[in-house]
Every structure is written in structure tokens, then in C-alpha cells.
């Protein structure tokens, strides 16, 4: 490499970078939803999620009619997840993923959903993608609302 490809590098580098600055001044910042949502928007997406809440609820709470109709069986032991975790206790979704001990390995939430279900409740592991899993996990994110997010940590 020679003196002036060196110098002609550290040139177009500054300079690059001073253009994309230019470029992000007046194009302005870039968001994922460019129009905001309106009230109606919002109140539906809310309705959607309180209901997978309301399902997880059930499931959590060891309902065996909405687990029949889930086509799932999260114990047979007569044991429910809340039976544990009362409200959602201790269940710390926030940490995920993370090392998780019981299993050895790095997890995420659903991971560890599927854990206990199989271990303490001796009962089915479900899909991770399927709607029982989605209700769980929104549940127990629902019920940790405030919890400060830190990924990794216990």
C-alpha cells in the first residue's frame, strides 16, 4: 500500500461520513410507522392482546377446558403454573434470553415455559410457535408490566 492510497483512504472516510450526515439532516429521522396510529388502531391492538392475556390467564391457572380446547396438556400432575408462580411471580420474562440452570443451557422464555411443563408438571411440551405458547408468553409479559428489561441478568 502506498503513501497516497493511505492518504486517499483516510480522506473518503471522513468524508462519507460527513455525507451520510447531510443525507440524515434533511431527510430527518426515520420511524417504522411513518403515519401515527389512530385511537380506533390502537384500542384493536389492544383488544387482540388483552385477549391472548385472558387465554394465558386460563392456561396459567390450570383451566382444562381452555387447555382441551388448545389441544394441550400443561400437567398431569394437578399442578398449574401459578401454583409456582402466583400472578405470574418469579417468572422474571425480562431476563430472557439467558444461561438457565435447570436446563444448562442458554434459553429464552419459551424455553423455559416448556421446562416446566415438562419437569414439574409432567406434562406435554408444547410448540414454541403455536397459540398456547403466545397466550403463555403474553401472559406472563402482561403480568410483568413495569418490570425493568435487562436481558441476561437473573
Known amino acids: ?15 462519507f461520513v460527513v455525507a451520510i450526515a447531510v443525507v440524515a ?30 387465554k394465558g390467564d386460563l392456561l396459567f391457572h390450570g383451566d382444562a377446558a381452555t387447555a382441551k380446547q388448545m389441544n394441550v396438556v400443561l ?12 400472578m405470574a411471580s418469579d417468572t422474571h420474562p425480562q431476563s430472557y434470553p439467558k444461561f438457565q440452570v435447570e436446563t444448562s443451557k442458554f434459553a ?6 416448556n421446562w416446566c411443563i415438562e419437569k414439574p408438571n409432567q406434562g406435554e411440551k408444547i410448540d414454541p410457535e403455536s397459540d398456547a405458547m403466545k397466550a403463555l408468553e403474553a401472559y406472563i409479559t402482561w403480568s410483568n408490566t413495569g418490570s425493568v428489561l435487562v436481558p441476561g441478568k437473573h
Open 75 to 86: 400437567s398431569t400432575t394437578g399442578m398449574a403454573c401459578a401454583m409456582c408462580h402466583p
Open 25 to 54: 439532516v434533511f431527510v430527518g429521522p426515520t420511524s417504522a410507522h411513518k403515519a401515527p396510529h389512530a385511537p380506533e388502531q390502537l384500542k384493536q391492538y389492544e383488544d387482540v392482546f388483552m385477549e391472548e392475556v385472558r
Open 1 to 15: 500500500m502506498t503513501i497516497r492510497t493511505t492518504f486517499l483512504g483516510t480522506l473518503c472516510r471522513p468524508s
Open 108 to 113: 429464552t422464555l419459551r424455553d423455559m415455559i
